[in-house]
T-cell receptor, first 115, second 112 residues
């Protein structure tokens, strides 16, 4: 089984609908992240969490919210989806502490299409 | 100006060629430099990691950091069709509480 699991892997929805993307991990890492990837724009950070009580906005948090339900679970919500939120979304985890490289471990991605 | 700039390509080379991938950055506070490789329909995976300046070699891959020029490179020797992927540079500050900043990624195609 994958260490970082994202559900759903593919989703097509309509403008205005509420969407939740879920991420769970078995790596035991404290840090979790949500990125979106768009052609020509690369990976952009939406939100990140360094522990269950810590939530931080990233570069492009407008229109998104997150919930860290447990150390192993981090979900991303689009309260009212719009077409320009059509993208490939990645969840990632990392270890923490000085001397740690901060290597990110990514899930396989959730492709979201908003019509 | 974005903090990290990377030419998206695409870059097409024949098998066996030497490939050079590059990123420039604007913030001299970056200390940790990484290269991730992403195959189609997969998440990125760490390929190389370098702290501060210098070179690091791992098999056919060499990562190079030139902090004076704010320039990092990834060299692939004897490129193989299995190297066809998108390569993303990433970097972060020398602080425990910061997240990685990624370049846009360069798409490489190696033909046999």
């Amino acid at each position: 089984d994958a260490d970082v699991t994202q559900t759903p892997r593919n989703r097509i929805t309509k403008t205005g609908k509420r969407i939740m993307l879920e991420c769970s991990q078995t790596k035991g890492h404290d840090r979790m992240y949500w990125y979106r990837q768009d052609p020509g724009l690369g990976l952009r950070l939406i939100y990140y969490s360094f522990d269950v009580k810590d939530i931080n906005k990233g570069e492009i948090s407008d229109g998104y919210s997150v919930s860290r339900q447990a150390q192993a679970k981090f979900s991303l919500s689009l309260e009212s989806a719009i077409p320009n939120q059509t993208a490939l979304y990645f969840c990632a985890t990392s270890d923490m502490g000085e001397g740690i490289t901060g290597e990110l471990f990514f899930g396989e991605g959730s492709r979201l299409t908003v019509l | 100006q974005k903090e990290v700039e990377q030419d998206p390509g695409p870059l097409s080379v024949p098998e066996g060629a030497i490939v050079s991938l590059n990123c420039t950055y604007s913030n001299s506070a970056f200390q940790y430099f990484m290269w991730y490789r992403q195959y189609s329909r997969k998440g990125p995976e760490l390929l190389m990691y370098t702290y501060s300046s210098g070179n690091k070699e791992d098999g056919r891959f060499t990562a190079q950091v030139d902090k004076s020029s704010k320039y990092i490179s990834l060299f692939i020797r004897d490129s193989q069709p299995s190297d066809s992927a998108t390569y993303l540079c990433a970097m972060r500050y020398n602080q425990a509480g910061t997240a990685l900043i990624f370049g846009k990624g360069t798409t490489l195609s190696v033909s046999s």
